[in-house]
């Protein structure tokens, strides 16, 4: 399928499965790839372990990977795997972190363990994420999968999106200018609920979410651990945000069309 789009320029889309309900259409002209290093972490679970083997074909080339085991390591992952044992996500995702220094230009990406991308193949998600200048970015989530906020689904024939607030999971990216404002993570900050919402009220970064590399995730939301703290977690940060609801967060601003080379915001 060929349209043309502005200044007459042609442009190539590629359908997609429409079953799976991907964001349908990818443009033609490519996005210059990220150059500056990428650590990736994760806490996982044996059981998803296949997930995460899947989704460190998927990271950048290059990419340093730091990960957690909660329980027992697969030993195809245990040169990866720094640490192991019982405990909380953001308190072990730091613990991550800080087992070596991590370069001041250097991204950071955390992903759960039951999410990869839904397209096969290295992802363009953070090549994405940098073009559009996003500090705190986010990858969409691929229509009927468990997702929290509705801003979260992948949006049709777009590339990204501005939003008021990137859900702290289930692939998060941090720009070298994020994780010197949000980083170390608190040390009570449990699994992260609420982070989110405290980091969107912190000044001169940008909130996004990238449509063109969605995720599928492959577990419920929220039903591998206690929410009562995490809830009240939440509420405090709501209150601080001078926030009523968690709804009033879900809020996307501008949309990156795919026809179009830049984001309107830059």
């Known amino acids: 399928m060929t349209l043309v789009g502005r200044a007459g320029r042609s442009i190539r889309y590629r359908s997609d499965d429409w079953v799976r309900g991907l964001n349908k259409v990818t443009p033609h002209w490519p996005v210059p790839p990220l150059t500056a290093p990428v650590v990736a972490c994760c806490v996982y679970r044996e059981v998803n372990a296949p997930f995460v083997r899947r989704m460190l074909h998927q990271l950048p080339d290059g990419a340093e990977v730091r990960l957690h085991a909660l329980g027992a390591v697969p030993g195809d992952l245990e040169r990866l795997t720094l640490s192991a044992g019982p405990g909380l996500r953001m308190p072990l995702l730091q613990s991550l972190l800080d087992a070596a220094p991590v370069a001041p230009d250097a991204w950071v990406v955390v992903f759960d363990d039951d999410t990869d991308f839904a397209r096969p193949g290295r992802s363009a998600f953070l090549d994405i994420a940098a073009a559009a200048g996003f500090d705190i970015a986010g990858a969409a989530i691929d229509v ?34 994020a994780i010197a404002q949000v980083c170390p993570f608190p040390s009570d900050s ?11 009220q912190l000044p001169g970064l940008r909130h996004g979410y990238v449509d063109a590399t969605p995720i599928r995730h492959h577990g419920a939301v929220g039903v591998a651990y206690e929410k009562r703290e995490e809830t009240r977690r939440l509420d405090d940060e709501l209150a601080r945000a001078g926030v009523d609801s968690l709804p009033d967060m879900a809020q996307t601003f501008e949309r990156w069309p795919v026809w179009s080379r830049r984001p309107p915001w830059l």
């Open 144 to 177: 009927r999968q468990p997702r929290t906020f509705p801003h979260t689904r992948v949006a049709r024939a777009s590339m990204a999106r501005t939003v008021r607030m990137v859900e702290v999971g289930p692939v998060l990216a941090l720009s070298p200018r």
């Open 190 to 200: 449990g699994m992260g609920w609420g982070l989110d919402v405290r980091w969107s």
